[in-house]
């Protein structure tokens, strides 16, 4: 007899592992002692029967082969199968017997029983769906009590899309081990907290047939606000969590703002920092209970990127399977009002399993298979937004990872925004638009892995002097227009100026505590700015300067012209390399400022005192104006 079942992974807000280091729950034995469990688990899980729940454990301690899932209710006990167990979680299916209810939830193995803690269940009720044959995944999407046609579904490999009554099939292999619907325009999916939950884990056994639904709420999403959040890399050290609680004050403030509008979030890869997923007990898990206490009112879209992978497990597959469990498929689509927006995965590992961190920038055949076909059912005069953690071009417009050749193939004929994060730097550039392909580099909500906040309390900075922060984007319809959101400041703060006659970066001056070396490796990394100066050259830093801006400078309302320079931001040496060397610490050769190639632009003065005025407009008409006052002091403090 065939099985019928449905699956869902639950996302659960653990205790262990968070940032207030709370202890996992130690289960108590019932009957003998021999067996020890760590187990998280939630105090309720929804779903149905045959659903596939994941839960995580610690240390080792978790269930062994054979083991069962025992829920006891009274004299009654029901027994759940164990399907799979990975190295730190495990997932059991739900039993047809289990009923809405609470049940003290005990691990058996053998004869022994240890019991873990009481779980509500919350068993859906659901509309009778009959499986078809040669198809092992099925299920129906409503919206109240109606069917939603013409859904699209996948599993990462094949798609099929839901007939008039709500109904799909699909022929799978279940090599991802997941499921997904791309949820329609018009619609919302059901979400944990900040998280949207249009995924479900299914058994990997392509034998079996398994049963996943979905329910959808109606909302009117065509004019909708989209917030792009680029690296955060929380790891409990550095005051990362408090710096964090910044951002999401501020970004809480924007969602007020914009509360009149529906509104989401996409990141775009790096939210966890795997190298201190154990050490400082922050991972995936952790992240899940940040975000959903520190913020509200939105869903919120992810992307994985490479610090998101387990790299201690060898080969690609296996890295990714922590990602898929807690927050969603590491590539997927989904539609906002006109907008078609598709997750990819750009992050091949590469890595052995020995402690080696090696991967390369490059999509997968699967995935631009895939990608074909769920471009298939969008129409060509919708808006594709394609996110991703490393570049698919670089600043120059040049290829710059696997496949990119291929997607720009997929996506010829759309209107299509890529977005990426990676290198911690900021830039936008249409040096594809030949191709129909606008790239946006959008910065690190961390800035510089946290460092210069630590130093400096309020002084955020990527590697390329761009303040940290994130994107707002306004998307009605197929016009999308957008903006760079420095995190604590307003929108106006779109450029920042230096006077060269006063800055001095010598090693006497910003590493005085260092021993000779340091200081030394200080003056090579800035070795631009090192030397008094009396030049009478203004340096500008246009963070999200593309070359459809405006910029005009004027010494006694006489025009100056300027010119772009490949430079090293001084106020990110000042703020990073100088506080690492001075600690005679050295500073990450990947946390380095960058030489910007395209934002900072140079203008020589007349005289030293004389003032400018300086005015910036991006694309969209927005501006930003100085009165540069001269000599203007440079100094961390006076930035802040």
Sequence with gaps: MRRFYSVITVLLALAAFSSCEKEPVDGGVTSEEGFELMISLPSVIDGGAGDVVSVKYYSGKGPKAGDVVVLKQGAKEITCEIVAIESDSFSFKIAPEVETGKYNFCIRRGSQTKA??????????????????????????????????????????????????????????????????????????????????????????????????????????????????????????????????????????????????????????????????????????????????????????????????????????????????????????????????????????????????????????????????????????????????????????????????????????????????????????????????FHHNSGAICGTWWWTGYYTSGLGLCKDGSPAGYYVYNMNGNDVKWRFKPTGKDFSHMFRTYDRNEIVLSGSNFTPSADASKATAFEKSASHWVSPSADNYVYINVFDYDPSWKIEITENGKALSYEVIKVKDPLHLAAYEAKRYNANANPTSSFLASTVNSHIFRVKASAANTALEIKVTDRFGNTSSESMKRPKAFSLNAYK
């Design 116 to 437: 873990v803690r009481d779980v509500q269940f919350n068993i859906e009720k659901r509309v009778e769906v009959n499986p078809k044959d040669g198809y092992n995944l099925y299920g129906i999407i409503t919206c109240g009590e109606e069917g939603v046609p013409g859904v699209v579904v996948s599993d990462g490999l094949e798609v099929a899309v839901t007939d008039e009554n709500g109904i799909y099939y699909l022929k799978s292999k279940e090599y991802n081990q997941t499921v997904f619907m791309s949820v329609p325009s018009g619609y919302e999916a059901t979400s944990n907290g900040v998280i949207p939950k249009f995924h479900k884990k299914v058994d990997g056994n392509p034998s079996t047939t398994e049963r996943a639904d979905w329910t959808l709420t109606k909302v009117d999403n065509k004019d909708h606000v989209m917030y792009v959040l680029g690296d955060m890399h929380l790891a409990n050290r550095t005051n990362d969590l408090g710096q964090f609680a910044v951002f999401t004050d501020d970004l809480n403030k924007q969602i007020a703002a914009n509360k009149s509008k529906k509104q989401y979030a996409l990141t775009l890869g790096d939210m966890t920092w795997d190298l201190y997923w154990y050490d400082n007990k922050y991972d995936l898990y952790s992240y899940v209970e940040t975000i959903n206490s520190s913020l509200s009112g939105i869903q919120i879209f992810h992307t994985i990127g490479n610090h998101d992978h387990e790299m201690n497990m060898a080969g690609d597959f296996n890295t990714v399977t922590a990602y898929k469990n807690v927050v969603a498929p590491t590539y997927y689509s989904f539609n906002i009002g006109d907008v078609h927006y598709v997750v990819l995965d750009n992050i091949l590992c590469t890595n052995d399993g020995s402690g080696s961190r090696t991967y390369e920038s490059s999509l997968t055949a699967d995935q631009i298979e895939w990608l074909r076909k769920d471009l298939s059912y969008v129409d060509k005069s919708k808006t594709v937004v394609i996110t991703m953690h490393a570049q698919m071009y670089s600043e120059a417009g040049k290829d710059s990872m696997e496949f990119a050749s291929e997607l720009e193939s997929i996506c010829s004929g759309y209107k299509t925004h890529v977005m990426s994060a990676h290198t911690h730097v900021v830039w936008n550039n249409d040096k594809t638009a030949d191709k129909g392909i």
